[in-house]
Each structure stands twice: as structure tokens, then as C-alpha cells.
């Protein structure tokens, strides 16, 4: 259950990050050099992949810290889980609200295909970076602990 909460937790805090960098640092940029009709309906499409991929590797490095094993799989799962529910979340949808909707209308295009696909390998090597990370942080601060642990021990020795 603890590996769930980390991915899950994961997820949220990319998506968060993701929210703050689009909408709140790059949103204002453009519409102020671009004016608010190209600003709030074509973000540059690098933007949004740099947005991405910083927002899941932050995702990534908080799942794998808080991993209870297998820290580097964790991470990973940031990525690979938030593109498995996208699909899922845009399905219920369509079934619940009435009328004939395609939820994956947007992905008919070999453009928005392609762009897709170099969003999920940004993500995926973002998260797997970041879990590489938070693997690291997390192995530096055991050792650190168990090294403050065996100086308070020695100081309460004999």
C-alpha cells in the first residue's frame, strides 16, 4: 500500500508542478508577448514537453525516496501510470456525458500522435532520472543518519 501512496503522491506532485509552470510562470509570459487569444490556445509545444519532463522528475524523485523497495521502479511508475490513467480518466468521461463523444478526437492526427509519443519518452526518462535521484537522496541520508546514530552512540559509550 506504501508503494501505491509513493506513485500516487508522485503523480500528484508532477501534475501540480506541471499546473504551476503552465499556468502560472509560462501562461503570464505569453499572453503579455503574445496577447491572451495565442496565449491561451497554442503553447509552444517544446514548453510544454521542458514542463513535463521538470515537473516529473520531481515526481519521480519523491515516489522513489518514499518507495519502500525497489526505489528506481517506483519513479519510473510515476511516468508510465499517469499516461495509463489519462486514457482511462478520458474514457469514463465520454461514457458518462451524453452525446457521441470521442475521447481520443485529438489523437487523430499524426501530428498530435507524434507529439504524444515525444511527451511520453520525455516523461519516462524525466521520472527515471528523478527516481535515479531520489534514489541517490535517499541512500546518502541513511548513511547519514547511521553515521549520526553511531557517533551518539560512542558519546554515550563506557
Do not use: C, W
Not at 509552444?44 to 519532463?53: H, S
Not at 521538470?54 to 522513489?64: D, I, Q, R, V
Amino acid at each position: 500500500m506504501k508503494s501505491v501512496g509513493a506513485v500516487l503522491v508522485g503523480i500528484l506532485l508532477a501534475l501540480g508542478i506541471g499546473v504551476l509552470e503552465i499556468f502560472g510562470i509560462v501562461a503570464p509570459i505569453f499572453t503579455r508577448f503574445f496577447g491572451p487569444e495565442l496565449a491561451s490556445t497554442a503553447l509552444p509545444m517544446g514548453i510544454v514537453v521542458f514542463a513535463a519532463a521538470f515537473a516529473f522528475y520531481f515526481g519521480g524523485m519523491f515516489a522513489s525516496y518514499k518507495a519502500p523497495s525497489r526505489r528506481r521502479l517506483h519513479g519510473v511508475m510515476v511516468g508510465v501510470t499517469s499516461f495509463a490513467i489519462s486514457p482511462l480518466v478520458n474514457l469514463g468521461t465520454s461514457a458518462v456525458t451524453a452525446g457521441s463523444n470521442d475521447p481520443f478526437a485529438n489523437l487523430r492526427t499524426p501530428g498530435a500522435l507524434l507529439f504524444t509519443g515525444v511527451l511520453f519518452i520525455a516523461v519516462l526518462a524525466a521520472s527515471y532520472v528523478g527516481a535515479r535521484r531520489g534514489e541517490a537522496l535517499y541512500a546518502h541520508n541513511q548513511a547519514f543518519i547511521r553515521r549520526q546514530r553511531r557517533q551518539q552512540e560512542s558519546k554515550e559509550g563506557p
